[in-house]
């Protein structure tokens, strides 16, 4: 529990690929079977507590890349078992249910988590049992681990584009609001170091604890401050309270827009349109992409969830996460944890967001950044793309300004 909670502490504290990482001492001998003609493997989401608001989506997505692969021959020949647990938004049962499937379940890969605490409370449990945890969402950087791979955006694709864009159209000032947790600290650290090579000044920064349902003090605060851009990671429910008070004071996205980094079509139904319409977000992926895969993503996840059901970035990249887990395991021709983290590179998909291709180096995925306004219809139209896949690049090695915050 040491090692645990000094993580849970810690903005940074995950491996480069390659390191050694976990506790120091060898990995237990997997229990993976994959004599039969089953595989198990492990989905791990809040499905309870204030992030199942957007995690229990994330679910369904996975579900439907498990059902669609095994109704395609499965992996290798072998059909998928899923064994699902709830992280019920809370860090430390992350870790103890991750220890519970890779040892008690002997799943032969773990696919789930949303916030960064939750992915640094596993990252030791992965890497000292040599185990994969396959992270779906994005976030913070300042992380690589032999044992993770990353599909949702680092920093480089997500928080430094949105900033480009705000930039391009005249912002010069900014107010941070986060949720009080590794995240939004480590992204407003990086965001900080941003403006003070590029001009900006930031005129506040608030943080409420996750689930966090009052936001009238932080509004005003907002409201006073008068900056030119609000930069937002609140996470989970607290999104609801926060944009609600937003409108009630006022405040619009033509005088003050909120720029968010973990709002996607999902969460706009909770918060209700009319408290968010017009309100800039970043991400990689939208249900309007107009793309024949992605057509094909949305029928599919309709089909089999509801015609009133949306898709959104952590879902597809969660749904691309296992399909790329396929292909790994097939260029490997093995389920074991070592072969199939050294056939990773080049390992690509072509998936709803467009094709993505796996760096085996830093074990992220090149994705094309979206600045995109929430409609009136709650779903999210494109503004500004990057254009081509955008290679990652977590420890911000490429940013003179960044040399500081990985150290």
Known sequence: MALLASCLA???????????????????????????????????NSRSGTMAISENTVFDSLSLAAQQINAAGGVMGKQLTVVAEDGASEPTIF????QKLIRSDCVAAVFGGWTSSSRKAMLPVFESNNALLFYPVQYEGLEASKNIFYTGATTNQQIIPALDYLKQQGA????????????????????????????????????????????????????????????????????????????NLGLTPAAMPVVSVSIAEEEVGGIGVDNIVGQPVAWNYYQTLDSPTNQQFVQAFKAEYGAGRVTSDPMEAAYTSLWLWKGMVEKAG?????????????????????TVTVNGENHHIAKTALI??????GLIYTEWSSGNPIEPDPYLATYPWAGSLSG
């Open 10 to 44: 810690l903005t940074a504290c995950g491996a480069r690929v390659g390191d050694s990482g976990g506790a120091g001492a060898p990995a237990a001998a997997s229990c993976v079977d994959t004599s039969g003609s089953e595989v198990k493997i492990g989905f791990l």
């Open 334 to 354: 093995s389920f074991e944890v070592d072969a199939v983290r050294t056939a990773a590179d080049g390992v690509s998909y072509d998936a709803p967001e467009g």
């Open 172 to 247: 010069t000032s900014l107010f941070l609001v986060g949720s009080d947790y590794v995240f939004p600290q480590t992204a407003n650290k990086i965001i900080k170091a941003y403006a003070a090579a590029n001009g900006m000044e930031i005129r506040g920064e608030e943080y409420a604890p996750l689930g966090h349902t009052d936001f009238a003090t932080i509004v005003a605060k907002v409201r006073d401050a008068g900056a030119d851009a609000v930069f937002n990671t609140l996470n989970g429910d607290s999104n609801v309270a926060f944009f609600k008070e937003y409108k």
């Open 95 to 98: 870790a103890e249910k991750a």
């Open 372 to 377: 995109g306004k929430i409609g009136p219809d």
